[in-house]
């Protein structure tokens, strides 16, 4: 048992140090980035599109929060400005498939999926489903009442207090990273050498398989459900070097950890709203077994066709 410990341990502090190279700098750039004239200038930008997705100007400061930042941040903006109940919906399914798109999208990178398929893919699910909700849902036009304030942020000025916020938020996001990481290492390392994750793959193999992806995906979309797409790259990191997660399977994982993942923290972030959440949960959850389905029958399809040797009649 000692050593099973000591293994999780020490995957989970290699875990931490390569999301942690990424989640550092990014956070600490994007902290500055709030107390420079870009965040405001980007808001000026897409406020005159929210009209296109049933959004008013306002709505564009939530998105643009949550897209850079996180989701609290996205929550804070909502409670800020006064919307509709329709529109703290809509802007609650955009931002559960899009935000902190920075972080999330770039530790991708370390398990082979390429950035520009994962901003694509949250982007489109976000506006697709912001459409989709517009055009058939016809009620919530009363104004949003919520059972939370907007947390009060201390004003912060000169160069060196800003630098000095951006550090303590980047180290505070790696130690988040690490205090959900390394026991999760731990615990996976437990289930390894107790043959345990063996039966979890098997259980979850008709599920896997469903989405075009192999058994041993299983516990990245597991670790990705539960935990967030941060985390479950920490897991696939560790899946691609010992269980030869191939990146078609990595991919299609990461599409599905696009549109549904950690669905606990990312549903009740949203019950102060007063929104209907097991709606919201729901619309994750399909659009996510629908479109990784799609993308991975699209996938093998295309093989089948390559593998397939063509015959010439003469």
């Known amino acids: 048992m000692l050593q099973t410990l000591k293994t999780g341990l020490l995957s989970g502090l290699k875990t931490t140090w390569t999301l942690g190279k990424i989640i550092f700098p990014i956070t600490l750039l994007i902290t500055i980035l709030q107390y420079t004239p870009i965040l405001p200038w980007i808001i000026k930008i897409i406020s ?3 009209g296109m997705i049933g959004l008013s100007g306002d ?6 929060l949550g897209n850079f930042l996180n989701l609290y941040a996205g929550i804070a903006g909502i409670l800020s400005v006064d919307l509709t109940v329709k529109e703290v919906f809509i802007i609650a399914v955009m931002l559960s498939f899009a935000h902190n798109l920075f972080i999330e999208s770039s ?3 370390k398990v082979g999926v390429r950035i520009w398929v994962m901003i694509v893919v949250r982007v489109g699910l976000a506006i697709l489903s912001a459409i989709f ?5 016809h009620g919530g036009h009363q104004p949003a009442h919520y059972s939370a304030m907007a947390p009060v942020q201390e004003s912060i000025t000169g160069v060196w207090p800003v630098i000095l916020d951006g550090i303590e938020k980047a180290a505070l996001g790696v130690y988040k990273l690490a205090e959900i990481v390394i026991p999760l290492m731990i615990g996976i390392q437990i289930l ?5 994750l063996k039966i979890f793959s098997r ?8 989405l075009g992806m192999k058994e041993n995906t299983s516990t990245t979309l597991a670790a990705g459900l539960f935990f967030g797409l941060a985390y479950g790259a920490g897991v696939m990191i560790q899946a691609v070097q010992e269980d030869g997660v191939s990146k078609k399977d990595a991919t299609l994982a990461f599409i599905f950890l696009c549109g549904c993942h950690a669905v606990v923290e990312d549903t009740l972030i949203f019950v102060p ?21 799609i993308v991975g ?3 093998n399809r295309m093989n089948f066709q390559k593998s397939t040797p063509t015959t010439i009649e003469g």
């Open 48 to 50: 005159p599109l929210m």
């Open 59 to 64: 709505a564009a400061i939530p998105i643009v």
């Open 107 to 109: 530790v991708a990178i």
């Open 133 to 137: 909700i517009n055009l058939f849902w």
């Open 192 to 196: 390894k050498d107790l043959q345990l």
């Open 203 to 210: 259980w979850m193999a008709p599920v896997t398989r469903l």
């Open 273 to 293: 709203l007063g929104i209907p959440v097991i709606y919201l949960l729901l619309v994750r959850l399909f659009t996510a077994i629908i479109l990784t389905f």
């Open 297 to 299: 029958f699209i996938w």
